[in-house]
């Protein structure tokens, strides 16, 4: 039988089941083979914040969603093209995402009454009329795959694990995925169980054989590889860039690397990878709870190494006295909130971009810092490093702001070149950091004597001779360091500090606008963000340009302080538009900042921004601002 083979730009794909289905291995594996293919590439994992939700209900559905294409591609994207659906609750949860016209796959194993009913279904929707709008594909997953692994002697329940492996035999048999990656894959996976590696291995081959011999399936399609900068990439998760950035960081600075952090949904896995590193000099401890993290940190930064903790914003409020400690002594340490859904523990495993005011403020006193965000799950590697870069440079800790969609999602990663990367100076201190007596003679160390152009202090190892001296929370005399409750002085401390952080906006790049009419005739509408709205805001801008109106995009990855050249930028347009994942955080900086009008497009429901809504809103914004208005004279 001859089938047909169809050309596609992109396709959408989710695979959902229950909790314990594999579908985040499934979807991870896909993907693999996808950026292996040349494919670019964006995902969006979902699934329950509990260890093992109720099975076969709505609470317990997981799901992993891939967006590959020919083209670049900014988003995991809006709906579904192929859902690819393990059980009634995993139809039930996600169909309503689906586009219309869309592709179903089912496994009609587990249609049985009892799981209907957990699901929310009167009847089987594969009985009647509620699917129609779709393509449906009923196919009895599981009886195929435990008929397929027979031979190796396997329960019949340890048999059905394997389903989600038959499932990605078809959907890569669909889209012409490589097969080599996988297979390998669960041959060193299962390697010590030879039994279930046959298993799952031969279910994979099923499944890609189901698909090239059925006559259910006509249609195969082709997804050319995506024109690429040459070099060498691998797809990397936001989380997996991170820790690469900060081994990164290690070797640029020569500094080692001290981990303090206590395991938190989504930043573990940043502790996970770290702790394979050994060789490049890191050092991981999980602590007892997030306090002793963060203090082990700050006594590795004390001790001269680059300090390290991360968290979501749970951790972040309990770590917030050692974080103004760190302000006061003045010591780099690197503090990376993966920003989850809140208040307090909030949704896990859902992302949000509700810590900005936190990072911004949430210390007492005068307790500035700098705040650095990601863009994109690659992006991660290079914001890491440029966090590091500003915590030893200017002696302060820094906050990385990113988030669960980052963390968890991924994307093609070009690896770069160590010799391209940033070098890192620690400069630690010498004997020219000593005041002068009146007779010119150098005096003890001053640990407080800062540096004419950064206005950070010396950076001093414990232990090395002559530079014996003393920090900690109290207010500090300028320059000698001593306890000082002089009023004049704190005033005189705290606005250093602060200016510290501000002198940061010099060594930062300039605002990266992306405007199609040029400075000379802007667009009226300037669209600004930060952090993981960069993909569905730039999605969203090129829905509004293909439509016609002319739309200015920027996004920003300092956050603290803002570039130098912001407030003239924003100036420039009538309208300024910010999308966030919160209430409007940003936007009341920017507004009390610059005194711009701001209007904010929000969203606080654990999930990415769509690029369709946030295209509409922005397209009524433009025509709202083209549309001339009418007088009542016209009127009449």
Same mark, same amino acid.
């Given at each position: 039988?001859?089938?047909?083979?169809?050309?596609?730009?992109?396709?959408?794909?989710?695979?959902?089941?229950?909790?314990?289905?594999?579908?985040?291995?499934?979807?991870?594996?896909?993907?693999?083979?996808?950026?292996?293919?040349?494919?670019?590439?964006?995902?969006?994992?979902?699934?329950?914040?509990?260890?093992?939700?109720?099975?076969?209900?709505?609470?317990?559905?997981?799901?992993?969603?891939?967006?590959?294409?020919?083209?670049?591609?900014?988003? +995991?994207?809006? $709906?579904?093209?192929?859902?690819?659906?393990?059980?009634?609750?995993? /139809?039930?949860? !996600?169909?309503?995402?689906?586009?219309?016209?869309?592709?179903?796959?089912?496994?009609?194993?587990?249609?049985?009454?009892?799981?209907?009913?957990?699901?929310?279904?009167?009847?089987?929707?594969?009985?009647?009329?509620?699917?129609?709008?779709?393509?449906?594909?009923?196919?009895?997953?599981?009886?195929?795959?435990?008929?397929?692994?027979?031979?190796? =002697?396997?329960?019949?329940?340890?048999?059905?694990?394997? @389903?989600? &492996?038959? #499932?990605?035999?078809?959907?890569?048999?669909?889209?012409?995925?490589?097969?080599?990656?996988?297979?390998?894959?669960?041959?060193?996976?299962?390697?010590? #169980?030879?039994?279930?590696?046959?298993?799952?291995?031969?279910?994979? @081959?099923?499944?890609?054989?189901?698909?090239?011999?059925?006559?259910?399936?006509?249609?195969?399609?082709?997804?050319?590889? $995506?024109?690429?900068?040459?070099?060498?990439?691998? !797809?990397?998760?936001?989380?997996?860039?991170?820790?690469? =950035?900060?081994?990164?960081?290690?070797?640029?600075?020569?500094?080692?690397?001290?981990?303090?952090?206590?395991?938190?949904?989504?930043?573990?896995?940043?502790?996970?990878?770290?702790?394979?590193?050994?060789?490049?000099?890191?050092?991981?401890?999980?602590?007892?709870?997030?306090?002793?993290?963060?203090?082990?940190?700050?006594?590795? $930064?004390?001790?001269?190494?680059?300090?390290?903790?991360?968290?979501?914003?749970?951790?972040?409020?309990?770590? %917030?006295?050692?974080? =103004?400690?760190?302000?006061?002594?003045?010591?780099? *340490?690197?503090?990376?909130?993966?920003?989850?859904?809140?208040?307090?523990?909030?949704? +896990?495993?859902?992302?949000?971009? %509700?810590?900005?005011?936190?990072? &911004?403020?949430?210390?007492?006193?005068?307790?500035? /810092?700098?705040?650095?965000?990601?863009?994109?799950?690659?992006?991660?590697?290079?914001?890491?490093?440029?966090?590091?870069?500003?915590?030893?440079?200017?002696?302060?800790?820094? &906050? *990385? /702001?990113?988030?669960?969609? *980052?963390?968890?999602?991924?994307?093609?990663?070009? *690896?770069?070149?160590?010799?391209?990367?940033?070098?890192?100076?620690?400069?630690? %201190?010498?004997?020219? !950091?000593?005041?002068?007596?009146?007779?010119?003679?150098?005096?003890?160390?001053?640990?407080?004597?800062?540096?004419?152009?950064?206005?950070?202090?010396?950076?001093?190892?414990?232990?090395?001779?002559?530079?014996?001296?003393?920090?900690?929370?109290?207010?500090?005399?300028?320059?000698?360091?001593?306890?000082?409750?002089?009023?004049?002085?704190?005033?005189? &401390?705290?606005?250093?500090?602060?200016?510290?952080?501000? =002198?940061?906006?010099?060594?930062?790049?300039?605002?990266?606008?992306?405007?199609?009419?040029?400075?000379?005739?802007?667009?009226?509408?300037?669209?600004?963000?930060?952090?993981?709205?960069?993909?569905?805001?730039?999605?969203?801008?090129?829905?509004?340009?293909?439509?016609?109106? %002319?739309? #200015?995009?920027?996004?920003?990855?300092?956050?603290?302080?803002f570039p130098a050249d912001l407030g003239e930028v924003l100036a420039r347009y009538e309208k300024v538009l910010i999308p966030e994942m919160n209430l409007g955080q940003l936007s009341m900086l920017i507004r009390a900042r610059y005194l711009v009008d701001a209007v904010g497009y929000n969203q606080v429901n654990g999930m990415p921004l769509k690029a369709a809504a946030l295209a509409d809103a922005l397209v009524d914004l433009v025509t709202a601002l083209e549309t001339p208005p009418t007088t009542e004279k016209q009127e009449a």
């Amino acid at each position: 039988m001859t089938k047909q083979v169809k050309q596609l730009d992109r396709v959408i794909i989710r695979f959902a089941g229950d909790s314990g289905d594999g579908m985040q291995l499934t979807g991870d594996r896909f993907t693999a083979e996808s950026a292996s293919f040349g494919n670019d590439l964006s995902t969006l994992p979902n699934f329950p914040a509990e260890i093992r939700a109720p099975q076969g209900t709505l609470p317990g559905v997981s799901s992993f969603q891939v967006h590959f294409a020919d083209h670049d591609i900014l988003t +995991p994207g809006d $709906a579904p093209d192929v859902l690819v659906s393990m059980n009634p609750a995993a /139809l039930k949860a !996600n169909l309503d995402d689906l586009r219309r016209a869309g592709t179903v796959i089912v496994d009609t194993h587990d249609f049985t009454k009892r799981n209907l009913t957990k699901a929310g279904y009167d009847g089987s929707p594969l009985d009647d009329d509620s699917l129609s709008e779709y393509t449906v594909h009923a196919v009895d997953l599981t009886g195929m795959t435990v008929e397929a692994v027979k031979e190796f =002697g396997l329960s019949r329940k340890d048999a059905a694990r394997a @389903k989600n &492996m038959f #499932a990605l035999g078809l959907l890569s048999w669909m889209y012409g995925r490589p097969t080599e990656g996988t297979i390998g894959f669960l041959q060193r996976r299962f390697a010590k #169980a030879p039994a279930i590696r046959d298993a799952n291995v031969t279910a994979f @081959k099923a499944g890609w054989n189901f698909g090239e011999t059925t006559e259910a399936f006509v249609v195969s399609y082709e997804i050319k590889p $995506a024109p690429m900068e040459a070099g060498t990439y691998r !797809n990397i998760t936001g989380n997996l860039a991170t820790s690469y =950035g900060l081994v990164a960081a290690g070797v640029r600075s020569g500094l080692p690397i001290f981990l303090g952090s206590y395991p938190i949904t989504p930043a573990s896995d940043i502790l996970h990878e770290l702790s394979k590193h050994k060789r490049f000099g890191v050092t991981t401890l999980q602590a007892e709870d997030e306090i002793a993290g963060v203090g082990a940190a700050l006594g590795a $930064a004390f001790g001269g190494a680059l300090g390290v903790t991360t968290t979501s914003g749970p951790g972040v409020a309990l770590k %917030a006295e050692t974080i =103004g400690l760190a302000v006061m002594t003045e010591l780099p *340490l690197l503090v990376i909130d993966v920003q989850r859904g809140g208040p307090s523990t909030g949704l +896990p495993t859902k992302t949000e971009q %509700a810590d900005l005011l936190q990072a &911004m403020y949430g210390r007492n006193g005068e307790a500035p /810092l700098p705040i650095v965000a990601p863009k994109s799950p690659a992006d991660c590697f290079d914001a890491t490093l440029e966090a590091a870069r500003l915590a030893v440079k200017y002696r302060t800790p820094v &906050m *990385l /702001l990113s988030d669960g969609y *980052l963390a968890n999602g991924s994307e093609p990663w070009r *690896l770069p070149e160590v010799e391209d990367l940033p070098t890192i100076d620690p400069d630690f %201190a010498t004997a020219k !950091n000593h005041g002068e007596g009146e007779d010119g003679q150098p005096t003890d160390f001053w640990p407080y004597l800062r540096d004419p152009e950064t206005l950070a202090r010396p950076w001093a190892v414990p232990g090395t001779p002559g530079l014996e001296h003393r920090i900690g929370g109290l207010e500090k005399g300028e320059g000698h360091g001593n306890i000082s409750y002089d009023p004049a002085n704190h005033e005189r &401390m705290v606005r250093t500090r602060q200016a510290k952080i501000d =002198g940061i906006a010099a060594d930062i790049p300039p605002t990266e606008l992306d405007d199609p009419h040029g400075p000379e005739a802007p667009a009226r509408v300037l669209v600004l963000g930060w952090g993981s709205t960069y993909g569905p805001i730039g999605a969203g801008v090129r829905r509004a340009r293909k439509a016609g109106h %002319a739309v #200015a995009q920027a996004h920003l990855r300092h956050l603290n302080p803002f570039p130098a050249d912001l407030g003239e930028v924003l100036a420039r347009y009538e309208k300024v538009l910010i999308p966030e994942m919160n209430l409007g955080q940003l936007s009341m900086l920017i507004r009390a900042r610059y005194l711009v009008d701001a209007v904010g497009y929000n969203q606080v429901n654990g999930m990415p921004l769509k690029a369709a809504a946030l295209a509409d809103a922005l397209v009524d914004l433009v025509t709202a601002l083209e549309t001339p208005p009418t007088t009542e004279k016209q009127e009449a």
